[in-house]
């Protein structure tokens, strides 16, 4: 079975402060994923990265940062947090996507961190 | 337009019944399609990858019109615990490896 988690489920924290979310996998998956859930607004993505030291913006890059040093592991930062980045946030993680159809590049996600800035 | 795009419902059925959900993604070049279960509170977790000649899971059934650009989720016989919202999911053009996630279609069985 495929796990990912991420190291908090709940989190509070001041506008201003510097935030960094960390998501693990161990499935030695190459893509991981960071997207923020809003109500109404589905999921949008922050953030990809297809391997170590690479990292390309996704839809709502602005007011994050990330980091891949290891496979395994990719953390957001918000570097300054403030209140309309109150949200949930999910990370995921693939394997690359193969030629013709193949489902390989189906996500699977972490549990989810549900942040409050206030 | 979305890129891809549901009804959000809710659909509120009664024990028993089937229901089913539609999906229509505007990218021709996509070549993977999901549909995805979230429960409340909970990430979203795959139910079913959808092939070209459609497929079933048990009570599930998935149908795939490339020409039409649509995808549907039978549901047969639902169950309670069939309860959540319902993610279409197909990859972007090219091999990205990215995902777009419709927003999901809700269903509330009810005994």
């Known amino acids: 079975d495929v796990k990912v988690t991420q190291s908090s489920r709940y989190l509070v924290k001041r506008t201003g402060e510097k935030v960094f979310l960390e998501c693990v996998q161990d499935m030695d998956h190459e893509n991981m994923f960071w997207y923020r859930q809003d109500p109404g607004l589905g999921l949008r993505l922050i953030y990809f990265?297809?391997?170590?030291?690479?990292?390309e913006k996704g839809d709502i890059p602005e007011g994050y940062s990330v980091s891949r040093e290891k496979k395994e592991r990719f953390s957001l930062i918000l570097e300054s947090a403030s209140t309309n980045q109150t949200s949930m946030y999910l990370c995921?993680?693939?394997?690359?996507?193969?030629?013709?159809?193949?489902?390989?590049?189906?996500?699977?996600f972490g549990p989810g961190t549900r942040l409050t800035v206030l | 337009r979305k890129e891809v795009e549901q009804d959000p419902g809710p659909f509120n059925v009664p024990e028993g019944a089937t229901v089913a959900f539609n999906c229509t993604y505007s990218?021709?070049?996509?070549?993977?399609f999901f549909w995805y279960r979230q429960d409340c509170r909970k990430e979203p977790k795959l139910l079913m990858s959808?092939?070209?000649s459609g497929n079933e899971d048990g009570r599930f059934t998935a149908q795939l019109n490339r020409a039409s650009q649509y995808i549907s989720l039978l549901i047969r016989d639902s169950k309670l615990s069939d309860s959540a919202t319902y993610l279409c999911?197909?990859?972007?053009?090219?091999?990205?490896?990215?995902?777009?996630f419709g927003q999901g279609t809700t269903l509330q069985v009810k005994p």
């Open positions: 990265s297809y391997d170590v030291k690479m990292k």
């Open positions: 990218n021709s070049a996509s070549q993977s």
């Open positions: 999911v197909v990859n972007m053009r090219g091999n990205t490896g990215k995902l777009i």
């Open positions: 959808v092939y070209s």
């Open positions: 995921a993680s693939s394997l690359p996507p193969v030629n013709s159809g193949g489902f390989q590049d189906t996500q699977y």
